[in-house]
């Protein structure tokens, strides 16, 4: 079996199925994708499941996991993934979130950190850095998408998706992780007015990786939200935007293997 290829499972929590997704081996490393689900096909994480297995789990509403109507927000998914994390039984593994999937760890450790040895933020979302008039996170569903795109991408080009081409079922997920992303992260837009008052109870060793183009969650928000985090380490990475590992894998890994070390 090859480093990039996936293994498939289901975990079945408070009688909803949770995928799981495994790739690579050697020691684990949890992965909390962002909201796109992009990083099971970035060349970054096939590099790092050289070495690692990397065990993603789909929050409920994303890729092919279940949703209920009772779940309201990420508070709710945290809840739901400690459980899940539970029945996993890995015990304390580093945990790479990505966008979303950093605002669900930055949750759950300041629930419960006895899951994560360390804590990777990679441009995530989910705490309030200025005032109530501040706009920290810029507006990706009111504004143009030409607009959103050079926001997110240092170069654009690389964040096309050729949706003609894809299966009816991969697009159903893309549809999907959209209508999720809307339906728990509108209001508050992206954040946790309280996650900001809790966020110091994190006492795990965490890195911060931002890509210095990203004009969604700017690099001014990532370093003042690394601070929030006692000891925490900051990475920058040049040429980069929303999504480092992917148009700058080799610099992200460079960060990240340094600090799983």
């Known amino acids: 079996m090859t480093a990039g290829a996936i293994r498939r499972d289901f975990i079945t929590v408070l ?6 997704e495994r790739m690579g081996k ?3 490393v949890l992965v909390l ?3 796109e689900q992009l990083e099971q096909a970035s060349a970054a994480l096939a590099d790092l ?27 709710d998914l945290s809840f739901i993934l400690m459980d899940v994390l539970s029945a996993l039984n890995l015990g304390p593994v580093p945990v790479i ?5 950093g605002w669900l760890i930055a949750e759950i450790a300041t629930k419960d950190d006895r899951f994560f040895s360390k804590l990777v933020f990679v441009n995530s979302y989910g705490v309030k850095i200025g005032g109530p008039f501040d706009r920290d996170i810029n ?4 504004t143009h998408a030409d607009k959103v795109a050079k926001w997110k991408w240092h170069d654009v080009e690389k964040g096309k998706r050729d ?5 009816e079922d991969d697009l159903k997920i893309v549809a999907r992780n959209v209508e999720s992303t809307a339906r728990f992260c509108w209001q508050p837009y992206m954040h946790n007015p309280k996650l900001t008052k809790r966020i110091h109870r994190i006492k795990t060793p965490s890195l911060f990786v931002w890509g210095e183009n990203d004009g969604i969650t700017p690099v001014t928000y990532g370093r003042a939200y690394s601070q929030l ?7 920058a990475i040049p040429n980069a935007g929303h999504f480092p590992h992917i148009e700058q894998p080799e610099a992200f890994l460079k960060s990240v293997r340094s600090f799983l070390a």
């Open 229 to 235: 985090i006692a000891g925490s380490k900051f990475a």
């Open 33 to 35: 994708s962002g909201e």
């Open 163 to 167: 949706f003609p081409s894809m299966a």
């Open 15 to 20: 009688d909803m199925k949770v995928e799981v």
């Open 139 to 142: 507006d990706i569903w009111t």
């Open 26 to 28: 050697g020691k684990p």
């Open 97 to 101: 979130g990505f966008s979303l999937g």
């Open 49 to 75: 499941a050289k070495d690692h297995e990397l065990i993603f789990v789909s929050p409920p509403g994303f890729g092919r996991s279940e949703r209920p109507d009772w779940i309201s927000g990420p508070e």
